[in-house]
């Protein structure tokens, strides 16, 4: 059951609507199902005295605001107290019976009309489709003074988590304060009549946080957002210094034919300048790319970026599953490297990378805190993809893009655990939401690559590939792992392993550190995440139809599994916990 508010200052005009057609003719049967004291005109039932709905309409409208006129100067401007009330899809038809009672634990608990209180103020609630109501308020007691209504939003949320379970209701995620405004009904239909498939304001929310994505500082970020082909407008203080930003859409005007204006604070409680400056102050680590990684030619700027990227967000999720209040900035880091992956994807992914990146921003706002934590590493990758620029999905591109986003959804993964543990509800769902599209994104990524090695590893001598298989079980003891170990769910693990001894590596050791970076009970298919791991861990090509890259001459190379790869932009744990402990699980991935 979900509660909207909103104030006005016309009673008549807002009658008007909730007795009307509708935008798209889709009231229907208009009427009260309660009111202040039960016996108000209903214009859409009543026939007496007067047969003219026109005319019980203008008694209703003066009956709700008859003390706001004898209140004159001391009713508030904005007299007009509106509340929608809306099941849940999927939920049983309610009766008015039930409506009303819902209507009346409302305004009780949000100081319209406490129970008991004849000074209360007038309201009435409207019904003219199944699964809502509207409930009007005028905002002036009896005794002429205004209502208390402090948190008036988070009381009406409370009391209709009360109403699910006692109705036996959809139960929904109870909400902190911490989410974007929803878009109002008038964008939507402005959307809808202008043939966008989103309202402005979403359209802005997204443009602004990929703008600052990766942003090294200010500067970069307004240009980025001009870049993006929207107006900026800034707002400054007498002294000149910059207050805030407003932004708009080219071509979005309002009946004046202005611009309509969308401070950043309005788009979302973390996208308000003083906000934007807190996490630009954090920077981006100062680095200066070799020519060769661990002694191999460099890959391609996109598949470079996107391997760094990865074992930074594998020491991402390790800080979240640490369970420290601390890695609450590790959330707002990840955001902006999803944002950044799905602004450089290719074509394949694009759709629900982009769907992932706007899920995850509900996860990464929360009331908690972290005092010190450094996100410069999960910043820094985001720019390198951001300045790499986008990947095209062949080759070692498509292969590192699969590597990246199968350890984002490990991230996701830990970061609905990590919300979890705190109660936060939508935050963790938003997570599991994420990680649902990662998983989406990464089959297609994978697809290629994968099948590719699955080749490889069927064409491999029957004795060669037994004794890979062997390796595989021994590094997998427990029955639930080795249900995973057959022929045909190891090729590409085996074709991994192959390639892994012919660079010289000690496959078993090599093996069982992939095995030790994580738990692997959670992961949704085993294999294709020790495949990743290995590649990594081995700098073998993340497409197996790329060469394999020969050190420099002078270079050298780690040739077991015994000197782990360090991350450049990141700490790696020193140690981390064993799979059997129980702080290492995080949910299914």
């Not at 906000?275 to 954090?282: G, P, Q, S």
């Not at 073998?540 to 050298?556: F, I, K, S, W, Y």
């Amino acid at each position: 059951m979900v509660p909207d508010i909103g104030r006005g200052s016309r009673t008549h005009g807002l009658l008007i609507y909730l007795y009307g057609p509708g935008k798209r003719e889709e009231h229907t049967d208009a009427h009260l199902v309660g009111s202040w004291d039960g016996f108000a005109p209903d214009p859409g039932r009543d026939t007496s005295p007067d047969p003219d709905p026109k005319v019980t309409l203008a008694r209703l409208t003066a009956a709700l605001d008859l003390r706001v006129k004898q209140a004159g100067d001391r009713a508030p401007a904005k007299h007009v107290w509106h509340c929608s009330v809306r099941t849940a899809p999927g939920d049983r038809r309610l009766s008015d019976e039930e409506w009303n009672a819902v209507a009346q634990r409302i305004v009780h608990a949000t100081g319209i009309a406490p129970d008991g209180d004849p000074d209360g103020c007038r309201w009435i609630a409207v019904r003219h489709a199944e699964d809502h109501i509207h409930i009007v308020a005028t905002l002036v007691r009896g005794d002429l003074r205004n209502p208390r209504l402090n948190y008036d939003f988070n009381k009406a949320q409370a009391t209709c988590r009360l109403i699910e379970k006692e109705m036996d209701l959809r139960r929904l995620n109870a909400g902190d304060g911490t989410a974007a405004k929803n878009p109002t009904s008038a964008e939507k239909f402005k959307a809808e009549r202008t043939g966008r498939p989103e309202t402005s304001r979403e359209t802005l929310r997204e443009a602004v946080r990929q703008a600052v994505a990766g942003a090294d500082d200010e500067k970069e970020f307004f240009t980025r957002l001009h870049a993006a082909g929207l107006r900026v407008k800034m707002r400054h203080a007498p002294s000149g210094d910059a207050l805030g930003y407003n932004v708009a859409l080219p071509g979005d005007r309002n009946r004046h034919g202005e611009p309509v204006w969308y401070p950043g604070s309005k788009l979302a409680p973390d996208l308000s300048l003083p906000k934007i400056r807190l996490r630009l102050a954090d920077g981006t680590a100062e680095r200066t790319m070799p020519s060769t990684v661990d002694g191999r030619p460099d890959w391609s700027p996109p598949a470079r970026e996107r391997r760094s990227a990865t074992g930074i967000a594998e020491h991402a999720a390790d800080l979240l599953d640490g369970d420290e209040d601390e890695a609450a900035a590790q959330l707002v880091g990840v955001g902006e490297l999803l944002d950044a992956v799905a602004q450089t994807s290719p074509a394949a992914t694009r759709a629900e990378l982009g769907a992932a990146a706007r899920a995850f921003e509900r996860a990464t706002r929360s009331h908690v805190r972290a005092e010190h934590a450094d996100t410069r590493a999960l910043r820094t990758a985001a720019r390198g993809i951001i300045q790499a620029g986008s990947a095209l999905g062949r080759g070692e591109d498509g292969g590192t893009t699969a590597m990246l986003i199968s350890t984002l959804v490990l991230v996701a993964l830990a970061a609905a655990h990590w919300h979890s543990a705190r109660g936060h509800a939508q935050q963790a769902h938003a997570s599991r939401q994420t990680a649902e599209h990662l998983r989406a994104a990464y089959h297609q990524a994978a697809a290629t690559p994968m099948h590719a090695l699955h080749d490889q590893g069927r064409a491999l001598p029957e004795a060669e590939r037994r004794t890979y298989e062997a390796t595989i079980r021994a590094a997998l003891p427990n029955e639930g792992r080795r249900a995973d170990s057959s022929s045909t769910k190891t090729d590409a693990l085996a074709a991994t392993l192959a390639q892994a001894e012919q660079e010289g590596h000690d496959i078993k050791a090599l093996l069982q550190q992939a095995i030790d970076m994580r738990e692997l009970d959670t992961a949704e298919n085993m294999n294709d995440v020790l495949v990743w791991r290995l590649r990594r861990l081995a700098h073998l090509p993340a497409h197996p139809g790329e060469a394999t890259r020969r050190p420099h001459a002078g270079t050298t190379r780690p040739k077991t599994a015994t000197n782990p790869t360090i991350n450049r932009m990141a700490p790696t744990a020193a140690a981390r916990p064993a799979a059997s402990d129980p702080r290492n699980r995080s949910p299914r991935r």
